[in-house]
C-alpha cells in the first residue's frame, strides 16, 4: 500500500529531524522564547523581506486558524470564507467555538474575488437592519486552496485592496504555502503576501515538519498581546524550540521551497498520467493536490496498492478523488501509480 | 403616516395592558417564581394538552432562541437552520456567540424539509472525516416562517420523525407562532406541535404584549437546570410576574388567537388589493405579512402615508416589500392602504 | 405578609407606568431608535452635564453587565471585581460565559479600593509568566454596593486615576445607583460619575420602572457598534419605547431622585428601630438595603408578617438578613415592621 | 548556567526520540487513528488495569483541560480547583474562555479536602439563589500539585467518594503524575487513579517527551463524541502517530517511572543540600520539584550558574524558588548545585 491521500503521512524531513537531533541535550528557554525560535523568525523576516512583523509559532493548521481568529475579531464581528474554505467545513466549528460567525462565500475553484467581498460589505452597509446582522471584518483564503488552485498577484492584490478599503484585515491560511510559491505560472512570493496580506501563516506540518506553523502578523493592531491569547488557546508550546528548530530547517538553505518543487513535480507526473488517460479534473491544480475524475471501476482497482481520498460522485460510474504528494513521494512510487492509472 | 413595516410598532393589546395596570401595586415573588407566572404556565399547558411540559417565560425572541441552543448542544455540535431563519441572519450571530454553529440549508419558501435533514444527516455518517466536521443535532424551523409560510402538519410531522430517527432534536421558533395556528388552510394546532417538537416558543412579542416569550420544553432530557442557562444569558426578569400576567391575558380567553384571527384577516385584505391590481406576490402567505412585489414607483408614492418593509429588488423596476398587520391595525387603515394600493 | 426582601416586589411607579399607558396606541420606531429613548438619552446626558456620551436602554443588570463587559474586553482580558460583586456570584457566570475571567478581590464592605487595583496590576506586570495569566483591562464596581455601602468621591477618583494610570476601564453597575446618590452623606452625582467612569448604568428596575436600565458610555473608544453587541445578547428590545418612556418619566422631573429618597428615609427608620433594640449591623448601610444582625427567635416571629433575605449565620443564635425599601414601600408598612422589631 | 527552572529545558530523552527516528519514512494513518497510538492506548489500558477506558493523547496540559472541561461542562457548570491549581492562575483564562467558571477553593500545600467540596455541594444546594450561581459540576486536582505535594489513596479515596455522592465529576491533572506515583511514600498507582477518577492525564512533556499528554477517560458518559472536541479544540494533531510513538516509548519498558524515579532522586539530592544548610522549605516535596527558602543573598549568587524558579518573597531578606529536576539532570549537575548551595 502506497499512500497518496495526503501530504503528511510520514514524520518529518531528514533534514529537520536532524536539528532536532542535534540539539536534544541542549538547555533552552522555554515557549518560544530560546533562540532558536528567534533565529527562524529572524529568517522568516528576511524571507518577508520586512522586519517589522512579528512571527509566531504554533503546533497546527486549525489551532492558528481559531487563535488568530479569534484575537482579531469583536464579538460581533465575523469572518468571511469560501464554502470550501477550511475553517468553514473541516474544523468541527472551531472559529464558531470562539463566539464568531463564519461568513461563507461560493468560491470558485476553491477562491473568492474581490468583486464578492465588496458585494458583502455594501450588502451590509446597505441593510437597514445591520446592526442585526454579524458585521464582516475579515477574509479568511487559503493560498493554495483547499482544492489545489493558486491565487495570482492581481487577484490577491484586488482582494487586499477591496478589504484596505472597507476596513476588513485579511488573513491567508498557508498550510500548504510552499507548493503555490513554487507551482508553475505563480507569481506572488513572501513579500508580496507580507504586503498585501494582514497576517498569514507558513504552513510547516505538511511540507515536512513534524508539526508547526509559522503564523506571521503584518498589521502593527494586530501585534499586541498575541501570545497571551497563544496561551489562552493551548498554543504555546513548552519545548517551543522544537518549532523554531524545524522552521530554521526549512528556511536556512530554503528547504521549504525545495520540498515545495519536489511535491509538486510529483503530482505533475500523476496529472500528466490522467491526461494521457483521457481523464478529467475537478480542477485545473497546479500543486501538490490533484483531482481527477476516474471511473469507479478504475478506483476499486487502484485501492488494492494505493490509498488517496475521495471526494465526490461526479456521476453514476465516476468520482472525482485527491491524490496527494509529499516531501517523501519518490519517482518510484508516483512511476507505480502512474503505470497503474494508465493500465486503467 | 401609518406604519405597516412590522407587528412591534404599538405598545400592548389592552387587555394585556390592563393585567398590569391591575396588580400594580401586588408584592409578589420575583425571577418567575410568582403565581401569575404559575397561572399562565399551567394554562399553557392545558392548551397544549400536556402536564409533563415545562413552560419559562422570557423576554424577547433572540434571547429565547441563543439560551435554548446553548442549553440543548454540546460543544462540537450544531444547528440546522434555512437561509432565511431568523438565527441565520438577523440575530448578529448570537448563535455562534455561545459557541454554535449554524448549519444553513437553502429554504423553500422559507421552510425546511424532512428530505433536506435526512441529507444532512446522511452526509454527515457517511463523511470518513465527520469528527472534522460540526455534528448536527438540533433542527430550528419558524412558523410561520420568517416570510409568512406556514408548516402543514405532514410537513411537520416528517421532519419530526426525521429528527428522532437520527437524534436531532427539534426546536419551533414561534415569535408569529399565533398567526400560523389561524391561518387559513392551517392544519396545527399546540397539542400537534407540542407533540412533535422538543421544545418550542409561543411567542408574545408580535402578538400584542409588551414583551414576552413563552417557552415551552416537551423533552425531559432538555428540561434540568434550564432555569440557571435562563439567567446566565440575563433572561431571567426580575419582576417575572409581568411575563406571567401578559401571557394569562393571552390565553385566559383565546384572546391570543383573536388577535391573530384579526391580524390575518387585516393583512387578507392587504393581499386582494395587490391581487385585484393583479401584482404578483413572492411567495404565496397566508398569514399576517404579504410580500407583495410593486413597481417602484408604487412604492415611492406609497412611502409618504405609509411605512414598509423594504425585501429585494426583483427586477430593474419592481421590489418585494413587507406589509405587516397586528392586533392593532384597524380596518380603516387597511382600507386606507389598500385604496392607495389600488390607486397605484 | 409585606414584602421587605428585595426592591422589585412590586410593578412600576405610577408615573411610568402611566406613560406607558398614554402612548399605548402611538406607532414609533422600533428597537430603541424612537423618539421616547431619544428624548430620554437627551436627559440623562443633561443630568450628567456631557453631551458626548452615548445612552442605551437595556432591560436587565446581568444583560447589561455581561453586554458591557464582553464589548469591553479582549479574549485574554478580565474584569477585576470585589468578592461580594454581583458579577461574581450572582449572576451565574455570565461573564464567564462571553469568554472571560472575573478577577476576584477581597472586598470592604463590598468596596474596592485604588491600592488593591493598583497591586493587581503591579503583579501582573512583575511576573515574568504575565502571558501565562489573564490580563487585568477592566474594573467593576456596584455603586452602592450589593451590600449597600456607597463609594466617596475620593475612592472614586483615587480608582479612576489608577485604573486611567494602567490602562484599565472602570465601569460601574449602578442597579441601585439612585440609592447611592440620595444617601445621607453622599459626595458624588452623576456628572463626577460620567467623568471618572469609562461607563456605567443607572438602574431602573430596582428604582421604580417595570424593567430597564440605561448605559452610559463616556469613554470614546467603547462605544463604537455597541448596539449589535446587544442585538447579540438578545438586549435590543423590540418595542424599545417601552424603556425610552419609562426613563423619560423617570428623569423628566426628578422622580429617579425622589423614589431614591423615600426609599432610603423608609430604611432609615427600619436602622432606627434595630438601633433601638441595640442591635448591631453586618455593615453600616446608608442606602435602601439595611443588614442587621438579630436574634433567630425574632426573626422566626417576624417571618410570619415580614419577609427578608437571609443574609448569613453570624453566631450560634443570630443571623444576618437584608431589609430592603423602595418607592412602593409605605410609612405603614415601615411602622409595622418597626413596631414588630422593637416588640422583639 | 544549569537549568533548573523547570522540568522541559531539553528535547527528549533519548529512547523517545529514537523511536520517531526508527519510523519516519513509515506512512501511516493520520489524525492519531494509526497503529502506534493503538499500540499505546492498549499499554496504558494495560498499565491502568482496565480495558473499558479511552485513551486520547493531545499535545499540551493547557489543550487537555481546555478541552476536557469543556467537553464535560454544560454552560451553567463550573468546575473547582485550588486556588494555586493551573487553570485557576495559569492559563490565561483558557477555561473561561471556553464559558465557564473556576471555583476557587483554598488549597493546603497545594490540594483540596473532600470536606471542602462537599461544603461547596452544600453551600450551593441550601442557597435559594442557587439558580443565580454557577453549578459545581467537576473537580480539578493536579497530582502532584503544582507546588510538589502528593494526594495519598485515603485523600483520593474520600475526594472521589464524595464527587460520586454529589454527582461532581472528579479529574486529574497529571502534567507531571510520574514523579507522583514515583515519589516516596506514595500509596497510589494507575489503577487506584482509574478506579477513582472520572478522567485524568498522564503527562508527557515533563516527563520527557518532546510534547504530549495522553488522556485518559473512564466514565463511560464522557466519553462520546470526544474526537469531535479535539478537533475543535485544535488538539487533533495531523501527525498523530508521533504521540502513539512516545507513549510507547514511555510505557513499553515502564521508561516513564524510571524518568520519574531519576529526577525524584536528583531532586532529593538538592533538598538535603538545602537541609544541611538548615533552610526552610515552602512545602515539603517529596517529588521532583523542591521550593527552599534561601536568603536573597545566595539566590543572587546562584543566579551567575544556575536558572531557578522566583516563586514568592517570604521575607525582607528570603525568597522561595523552585528548583526543577528531569530525565535530563545529571548527578553531576546536582552535584555542582548541592555545593554551591552548601557554599551558600
Redesign the interface.
Known amino acids: 500500500?502506497?499512500?497518496f491521500e495526503?501530504d503528511?503521512?510520514?514524520?518529518?524531513h531528514?533534514r529537520i529531524?536532524q536539528k532536532?537531533?542535534d540539539?536534544?541535550?541542549?538547555?533552552?528557554q522555554?515557549?518560544g522564547e530560546d533562540s532558536y525560535c528567534q533565529k527562524a523568525a529572524l529568517l522568516i523576516k528576511d524571507k518577508c523581506g520586512r522586519q517589522d512583523i512579528d512571527v509566531h509559532f504554533l503546533?497546527?493548521?486549525?489551532?492558528?486558524n481559531?487563535?488568530v481568529i479569534?484575537?482579531v475579531l469583536?464579538?460581533?464581528q465575523?469572518v468571511i470564507s469560501a464554502d470550501s474554505g477550511h475553517i468553514s467545513?473541516?474544523?468541527?466549528?472551531?472559529v464558531?467555538?470562539?463566539?464568531?460567525?463564519?461568513l461563507?462565500l461560493p468560491g470558485t475553484n476553491g477562491k473568492l474575488t474581490a468583486g464578492q467581498i465588496q458585494a458583502v460589505c455594501d450588502e451590509h452597509a446597505r441593510d437597514?437592519?445591520h446592526?442585526?446582522?454579524?458585521?464582516p471584518k475579515l477574509v479568511y483564503i487559503s493560498n493554495p486552496t483547499e482544492i489545489g488552485s493558486v491565487y495570482s498577484r492581481s487577484e490577491l492584490s484586488a482582494i487586499s485592496e477591496t478589504c484596505r478599503r472597507n476596513q476588513l484585515f485579511l488573513y491567508m491560511d498557508g498550510a500548504r504555502l510552499g507548493y503555490a510559491l513554487c507551482a508553475h505560472g505563480n507569481d506572488v512570493d513572501l513579500p508580496v503576501i507580507a504586503d498585501l496580506c494582514d497576517a498569514f501563516y507558513i504552513g510547516g506540518?505538511?511540507l515536512g515538519t513534524?508539526?508547526g506553523e509559522a503564523l506571521v502578523i503584518c498589521r502593527q493592531e494586530l501585534k499586541p498581546?498575541f501570545?497571551?491569547?497563544m496561551?489562552?488557546?493551548?498554543?504555546?508550546?513548552?519545548?517551543g524550540r522544537?518549532l523554531g528548530l524545524q522552521f530554521l530547517a526549512l528556511f536556512e538553505d530554503d528547504l521549504y521551497f525545495d520540498i515545495a518543487r519536489h511535491a509538486n513535480d510529483m503530482a505533475q507526473l500523476i496529472k500528466e498520467a490522467c491526461e494521457r488517460k483521457g481523464y478529467h479534473f475537478m480542477i485545473p491544480s497546479v500543486t501538490n493536490q490533484q483531482f481527477p475524475i476516474l471511473p469507479d471501476a478504475v478506483l476499486l482497482r487502484l485501492a488494492d496498492d494505493f490509498s488517496y481520498s475521495?471526494w465526490e460522485k461526479t456521476d453514476e460510474t465516476h468520482s472525482a478523488v485527491r491524490f496527494c504528494t509529499s516531501w517523501?513521494t519518490t519517482q518510484e512510487q508516483v512511476k507505480e501509480l502512474a503505470s497503474a492509472i494508465e493500465q486503467g
Chains 1, 2, 3, 4 share one sequence.
Open positions: 500500500m502506497i499512500r495526503c503528511y503521512s510520514e514524520g518529518a531528514p529531524l532536532i537531533i540539539t536534544n541535550f541542549e538547555q533552552t522555554t515557549y503546533s497546527g493548521g486549525t489551532q492558528t481559531l487563535t479569534s484575537a469583536r464579538p460581533h465575523g467545513v473541516h474544523e468541527t466549528g472551531a464558531e467555538a470562539t463566539g464568531h460567525k463564519v461563507i437597514v437592519n446592526e442585526h446582522m454579524v458585521q506540518t505538511k513534524l508539526f498581546d501570545r497571551y491569547i496561551k489562552q488557546k493551548g498554543a504555546l508550546l513548552a519545548k522544537l475521495f517523501a
